[in-house]
């Protein structure tokens, strides 16, 4: 964690369960709403971490990205193989808790919390339909700006200006949609520099554009939802999968790491 940062809450307080060297927080969605709305004011300028299989695994090979999950206020549990390794170590109350779940359920608090909203990632086009659709369903939803960057470095310059672009909206909560792990390193390198809570969601972006359709309710809950994701986009993510299904299972459920 950049040593200029003064972490304003207290991370012992969160339950956790190492997985891999990750620490992910042994919560349910109940748990992180309320958390959220309790110090939400203290989370400006800190970020969660939407933890699945994949980035578990990445971490379990890669130090660095390992230390960058660390450094996050909180790892949520998002893949369901994180929560049953949990539970099966003892943490009864730990349940699969998505990046686009936790999104929606601030989504619905919004207009009692007056929450406000940026997004940072995707196209342009995806940002214009999340827009629309979000602006649809939740009517009352505070959009106070919305960033696509280049595909390319950003020179510091730009940086700094996208950053103060970010502050001067002051937004509750800053939505961070780059990919693994690419997101986890912008949010950390920005650490104490965006003015409020950066939660790395990855797809939700797309989830709530409509770009890709989330799998039925009763596939989420025996987690499944890999598979229809895998039906949906087979060439692009097979080997990713295949690549870290296998890892985990042999070192988080096997061998217990």
Not at 54 to 66: G, R
Not at 95 to 116: C, D, H, V, W
Not at 125 to 140: I, Q, V
Request: charged share 25%.
């Amino acid at each position: 964690m950049p040593s200029t940062y003064n972490r304003k809450i207290d991370k012992s307080q969160i339950p956790t369960c190492k997985i891999l060297g990750v620490d992910i927080a042994a919560i349910d969605m109940d748990w992180l709403l309320k958390y959220t709305a309790e110090n939400l004011e203290n989370l400006k300028g800190d970020y969660f971490s939407v933890v699945n299989v994949y980035s578990d695994v990445t971490a379990y090979n890669d130090p660095e990205f390992c230390e960058i999950l660390n450094s996050s206020a909180l790892c949520m549990p998002d893949g369901g193989p994180l929560a049953t390794v949990g539970r099966h170590r003892g943490y009864k109350q730990m349940q699969r808790t998505t990046g686009p779940s936790y999104m929606g359920e601030i989504f619905k608090l919004s207009a009692e919390k007056n929450y406000k909203m940026f997004f940072y990632g995707s196209t342009d086009s995806t940002l214009s339909k999340l827009r629309e659709r979000l602006l649809d369903a939740y009517p009352n939803l505070d959009i106070v700006g919305m960033y696509s960057p280049p595909f390319r470095a950003m020179t510091a310059e730009e940086d700094k200006l996208i950053v103060d672009r970010i502050n001067e909206f002051q937004p509750d909560f800053v939505w961070v949609g780059l990919s693994c792990p690419k997101q986890e390193h912008w949010m950390y390198e920005r650490l104490g520099k965006v003015n409020g809570l950066m939660v790395g969601v990855g797809a939700g972006f797309d989830y709530f554009a409509g770009n890709i359709n989330r799998a039925p309710e009763w596939m989420q809950k025996h987690n499944l939802e890999w598979v229809y994701r895998l039906i949906q986009e087979p060439k692009r993510l097979f080997m990713k999968y295949w690549h870290t299904n296998i890892p985990f299972i042999w070192n988080a459920m096997v061998r217990g790491k």
